[in-house]
């Protein structure tokens, strides 16, 4: 059986562009894992990207290509209208983003996890309710 595992942009984005962690990242492309993501993740990943150009860090056809790479990668895409009831109730319950929470919900929704390089996200849900769902990037390895 094929383990669904959700990624938000700050892990798509390291297999694309080297950074701390990215190994790591990379290394959930590598399993048997069904990487799933809410359609969210290319609007914040092309955020990113404009935000690092606009930083000097990445030429503008490096952004280009690697919008285009990410498009390419398998993911299971849910649509994040069929996740915003559950989201929001995340984001009230939790005091976090939307945003954020859309991930959350996806993996609540598949009973998996999501793995993420946001520290903040995991630290606000690391105690409650939600820990079993959320991971982070840099031990993600060690609890499987």
């Known amino acids: 059986m094929t383990t669904v595992v959700v990624v938000d942009s700050s892990v798509a984005l390291k297999w694309f562009v080297p950074e701390a ?11 048997d894992l069904q990487l799933a993501a809410p359609d969210l993740l ?5 955020n990113v990207l404009w935000k690092k150009v606009g930083r000097g860090e990445l030429q503008k056809e490096e ?4 919008l ?3 498009a390419r990668t398998p993911l299971a895409i849910t649509a994040s209208h069929a996740l915003l ?3 929001l109730e995340i984001a009230l319950a939790h005091d976090r983003t ?11 929704a598949h009973d998996s996890v999501l793995v993420t390089a946001d520290a903040r996200l995991v630290n606000a849900l690391s105690k409650g309710p939600l820990s079993a769902h ?7 390895g060690a609890a499987y």
Not at 42 to 46: D, I, K, Q, S, V
Not at 98 to 108: C, F, K
């Open 21 to 31: 962690l990215s190994d790591r990242a990379a290394s959930l492309l590598d399993g």
């Open 42 to 46: 290319y609007t914040e990943a092309a």
């Open 63 to 66: 952004a280009r290509d690697v």
């Open 68 to 70: 285009s790479a990410l």
């Open 85 to 87: 009831e559950a989201a």
């Open 98 to 108: 939307v945003y954020d929470s859309l991930y959350v919900a996806l993996a609540v």
């Open 134 to 140: 959320v991971r982070a990037l840099s031990t993600y």
